[in-house]
């Protein structure tokens, strides 16, 4: 099923005292000739306004009312969502990147009464401009506005669904008010650091569920599949896999380390110091701190060995066989052999 396309507006201050709107190019291209002459805005609160759509220009136009019905301001953002025909649904973000409290206000031209706006009819959404941060390898920082709205409703444990349906498997760290586990997103692009993407749009709704949508430079919707390497463009060793062999001390409520053998150096040795691989089993993945110590001798998986480990149900003397998934050094299909099948 394809799903909705959307984009990103980032707001200055001279926009919000500007009738128009620029539609990003590459949004355009794609989605223009599908889109009629005059579109309809429709807000989470039931606020709805007619645009008038300049294909010439590219841009939207009639926005007065929207900017001072909701008192908007440079620093925020508009996240727009096509759903087809003449409708777009439209959310608003503050400077700190949380979605805003709506007001109770409808379009002057409206009958309809205003709606309340609440988790449980489309959840709560925050944006993190991770363009704009320090080099992001797998965590974002969650707004405070969002935590004190839903934090209390937030497991720990967290399923984070992307475009292409692959669920990564992360964590919500409520003390550092961080979201990790999303080194995968990297991985799937084939980005070295989540920077690479302009802005992550995290939608909440209830359970353990958040949706992800990532967006680049050009403000459209980036999709998140895993990209194969071009044949040729690695040259790769003998091996495309590597194993662990789960030991007792892999099983210990801290772990402190799951060596990766010198026997798959082949592996290994693409890696950087630092470095996130990801594991997949079926459409759920998991990613995977690795470093390296010892004068690059010694390889080791750290952060998020422990939620794998649990999560697959591992027990002493199971083998996990990590395939290199699609040629991509950071992407690995996983099988699980377990002990007790070979008895």
Same mark, same amino acid.
């Given at each position: ?40 805005? @429709? ?44 409708? %777009? ?29 609440? $988790? ?11 363009? $704009? ?5 797998? &965590? ?11 934090? /209390?409703?937030?497991? &720990? ?10 669920? $990564? *498997? ?14 995968? $997103? ?10 690479? %993407? ?62 990766? @053998? ?6 290994? /040795? ?10 997949? *089993? ?11 110590? &010892? ?12 939620? %794998? ?29 377990? &002990?007790?099948?070979?008895?």
């Amino acid at each position: 099923m394809e799903l909705n396309p959307k984009f990103v507006t980032l707001l200055r201050d001279g926009d919000c005292v500007c009738n128009e709107l620029v539609v990003p190019h590459s949004f355009f291209v794609k989605h223009s000739a599908k889109i009629p002459l005059t579109v309809k805005l @429709s807000m989470r609160n039931g606020y709805e306004m007619w645009l008038d759509f300049d294909k010439k220009k590219e841009k939207f136009i009639g926005l007065l009312f929207l900017y001072a019905n909701f008192c908007l301001k440079g620093g925020g953002s508009l996240f727009f969502e096509y759903c087809g025909g003449f409708v %777009f649904k439209v959310s608003i973000f503050g400077c700190d990147g949380s979605e805003i409290e709506y007001p109770r206000v409808v379009h002057h031209l409206q009958t309809a009464k205003p709606r309340q706006v609440s $988790l449980y009819d489309g959840g709560w959404s925050f944006v993190s401009y991770v363009s $704009l941060s320090r080099k992001a390898t797998d &965590a974002v920082v969650v707004p405070q506005l969002f935590i004190d709205r839903v934090g /209390d409703l937030v497991p &720990a444990k967290l399923e984070l669904v992307v475009s292409s349906g692959h669920q $990564l *498997v992360g964590h919500f760290k409520r003390k550092e008010c961080k979201i990790s586990g999303l080194g995968s $997103l990297c991985n799937m692009l084939r980005f070295r650091y989540l920077n690479q %993407f302009h802005i992550l749009h995290f939608n909440y709704v209830l359970g353990n569920h958040f949706n992800v949508t990532a967006f680049d430079d050009s403000m459209a919707e980036t999709p998140i599949y895993p990209k194969p390497y071009e044949h040729g463009e690695t040259n790769m060793g003998n091996s495309t896999a590597f194993e662990i062999l789960v030991q007792p001390f892999h099983m210990l409520r801290y772990c402190h380390g799951v060596d990766v @053998s010198v026997d798959f150096r082949d592996v290994r /040795d693409w890696w950087n110091k630092l470095d996130y691989i990801t594991g997949y *089993v079926g459409n759920h993945c998991w990613c995977l701190q690795v470093r390296k110590r &010892a004068n690059w001798k010694r390889t080791t998986i750290h952060d998020g060995w422990v939620e %794998f480990r649990n999560d697959l149900d591992l027990a002493v003397g199971d083998v996990c066989v990590f395939h290199w998934r699609n040629d991509s050094i950071r992407n690995f299909d996983v099988s699980v052999l377990k &002990a007790d099948s070979n008895v």
